[in-house]
């Protein structure tokens, strides 16, 4: 079985200041992971995602997060916070590769930015 | 931009009551999926489809159903509305690639 652990379920770092989002995953297989962001009375939308390819991945917004498999992470950082970055965050795991398209997710990281 | 729709985006109904909360997606994509979120909680899977008259139940167990009659439109209905049914729902769909696109959610209040 496949889970996801944030550490954090609430984050404020101050405007320019540096984001970083934890994120660990346990998976019986090689995973695929993702970070979406969802704003306020929104959808999720996707930042960023890990595929078996480059283990640092950048995505929209200025973020990046990077595979580290003998820590089982996949942190999300930013490296100077904008106010419009304030939503909720959530990393998820699927095991694709192996037949199972099915999407884990965590419990969520509220990011708050302080002006 | 990922077009998928969903309606009612707010819905206030009470106990009893027959609800059924519309998705749809007009990129043609074959696998489709419902999600219940509570405030501040993770996302649960409770309904997927992998194409035209296949649906499956997800990981957390839910009284609603799905049908998927057609490649876009995948409908949650909830028989006899009530409060612990009070949510929010999101629904998503995906290519066959690994990236599932979600739709606006629907909150929905059982009073």
């Known amino acids: 079985a496949q889970s996801v652990t944030q550490l954090g379920s609430h984050v404020s770092v101050s405007e320019g200041a540096l984001v970083l989002l934890r994120c660990n995953y346990s998976s019986s297989v090689p995973p695929y992971l993702f970070w979406y962001v969802q704003y306020p009375n929104q959808g999720l939308q996707l930042l960023l995602k890990y595929t078996s390819a480059a283990t640092l991945v950048k995505g929209i917004n200025g973020f990046e997060a990077e595979f580290k498999k003998s820590e089982t992470s996949f942190h999300l950082t930013k490296p100077s916070a904008h106010m419009s970055d304030a939503a909720e965050y959530f990393c998820?795991?699927?095991?694709?590769?192996?037949?199972?398209?099915?999407?884990?997710f965590g419990t969520g990281t509220r990011l708050t930015i302080i002006p | 931009e990922a077009d998928i729709y969903q309606t009612p985006r707010y819905l206030v109904i009470g106990t009893g009551k027959k609800i059924t909360l519309e998705c749809s997606q007009t990129?043609?994509?074959?696998?489709m999926y419902w999600y219940q979120q509570d405030p501040g909680m993770e996302l649960h899977l409770i309904h997927y489809s992998y194409g035209v008259n296949s649906t499956e139940k997800g990981d957390l167990s839910s009284e609603s159903t799905v049908s998927r009659i057609r490649t876009e439109h995948f409908p949650l209905t909830l028989e006899s509305a009530r409060p612990s049914h009070t949510s929010q729902y999101l629904c998503?769909?995906?290519?066959?690639?690994?990236?599932?696109?979600f739709g606006p959610g629907t909150r929905l209040l059982v009073l």
């Open positions: 990129m043609g994509h074959d696998k």
């Open positions: 998820a795991v699927s095991d694709l590769g192996f037949g199972n398209e099915k999407l884990t």
């Open positions: 998503a769909s995906s290519g066959g690639g690994e990236t599932q696109y």
